[in-house]
């Protein structure tokens, strides 16, 4: 079983850049693809972004392309979201993942909320 802990969110102003934190623990050996979804307040949990466990390979909705960064540090298992550039539409919970490929999500952290607003 791998244990997603989530940190960082908050209230920013447009423009502005946020870094989301969760950090993995148990079995990572398990871990072959991490991600971060959103969801809006009446909306649908949407896909932000994802990358390999092991390798460099990046993803990203259109939505996000260019602004966020989605990174993973090897030495503490943590995995990251750099947002950039933040917009109101991206005022949302936010969710990172793991799973044993880019189809199936089956440990979520707690989720975090981030907020842009002026």
């Known amino acids: 079983q791998v244990h997603l802990m989530q940190s960082g969110g908050g209230v920013v102003r447009p423009g502005d850049s946020l870094r989301l934190s969760c950090l993995a623990s148990g079995d990572t050996n398990r871990i072959y693809a991490v991600a971060w979804f959103r969801q809006a307040p009446g909306k649908e949990r949407e896909f932000v972004a994802s990358k390999r466990w092991l390798g460099e390979s990046t993803y990203y909705s259109d939505s996000v392309q260019g602004r966020f960064t989605i990174l993973r540090n090897a030495d503490t298992n943590g995995i990251w979201l750099q947002m950039d550039s933040l917009k109101p539409e991206d005022t949302a919970v936010y969710y990172c993942?793991?799973?044993?490929?880019?189809?199936?999500?089956?440990?979520w952290g707690q989720g975090t909320q981030v907020t842009v607003s002026s």
């Open positions: 993942a793991t799973g044993a490929n880019f189809v199936n999500w089956d440990n």
